[in-house]
T-cell receptor, first 110, second 114 residues
Framework: GESVGLHLPTLSVQEGDNSIINCAYS??????FIWYKQESGKGPQFIIDIRSNMDKRQGQRVTVLLNKTVKHLSLQIAATQPGDSAVYFC?????????FGEGTQLTVNP | KAGVTQTPRYLIKTRGQQVTLSCSPI?????VSWYQQTPGQGLQFLFEYFSETQRNKGNFPGRFSGRQFSNSRSEMNVSTLELGDSALYLC?????????????FGAGTRLSVL
């Protein structure tokens, strides 16, 4: 079946370090991927997206890398801050339906 | 521009009751999707509405239903509540619901079934 899975359920980093959150997917037909951030008590918030014709896309302090050969997606956060502490989800759409990975809890230690 | 608004934020019900949750999308957005979030199952798609029509449906029992009004506001209803229905219910809106339209989420309604 189709799945979007995350390698690590938790990640703990020091403030100022770079963070890398990984995501594996099995649906090779997926042509669009999204990263969401969910803080405690809030809904998922869009961070960045990438289309399958790209290998890399950069935003403000975030970079998403896509390796279609091994069906792997990663989110890199530069100079991680306490406000980055949250659960991060990768997701892909099938029509209007989003399929989410299980999420990675990122904890930033001061 | 106001974001997606969900009401109520918290709800406590008992088994067998029914519940109605409300979602107001971002102004101009015509597609509204609903998701259930639980610790065990993660985020799962319930259904999507566009122009007052259910266009896509997830794998949930018929006790879960929804509707959309002409102003794009949406409601979802759960009848004959079960303990396992305790979850965070999230609503998301997008422009027209195409795959590459970003879905923006509300803060959710936390439903507890006792």
């Amino acid at each position: 079946g189709e799945s979007v899975g995350l390698h690590l359920p938790t990640l703990s980093v020091q403030e100022g370090d770079n963070s890398i959150i990984n995501c594996a997917y099995s649906n090779s037909a997926s042509d669009y991927f999204i990263w969401y951030k969910q803080e405690s008590g809030k809904g998922p918030q869009f961070i960045i997206d990438i289309r399958s014709n790209m290998d890399k896309r950069q935003g403000q302090r975030v970079t998403v890398l896509l390796n279609k050969t091994v069906k792997h997606l990663s989110l890199q956060i530069a100079a991680t801050q306490p406000g980055d502490s949250a659960v991060y989800f990768c997701a892909y759409p099938s029509g209007s339906r989003l399929t989410f990975g299980e999420g990675t809890q990122l904890t930033v230690n001061p | 521009k106001a974001g997606v608004t969900q009401t109520p934020r918290y709800l406590i019900k008992t088994r067998g009751q029914q519940v109605t949750l409300s979602c107001s999308p971002i102004s101009g957005h015509r597609s509204v999707s609903w998701y259930q979030q639980t610790p065990g199952q993660g985020l799962q798609f319930l259904f999507e509405y566009f122009s007052e029509t259910q266009r896509n449906k997830g794998n949930f029992p018929g006790r879960f239903s929804g509707r959309q009004f002409s102003n794009s506001r949406s409601e979802m209803n759960v009848s004959t509540l079960e303990l396992g229905d305790s979850a965070l219910y999230l609503c998301a809106s997008s422009l027209v619901g195409s795959p590459q339209n970003i879905q923006y989420f509300g803060a959710g309604t936390r439903l507890s079934v006792l």
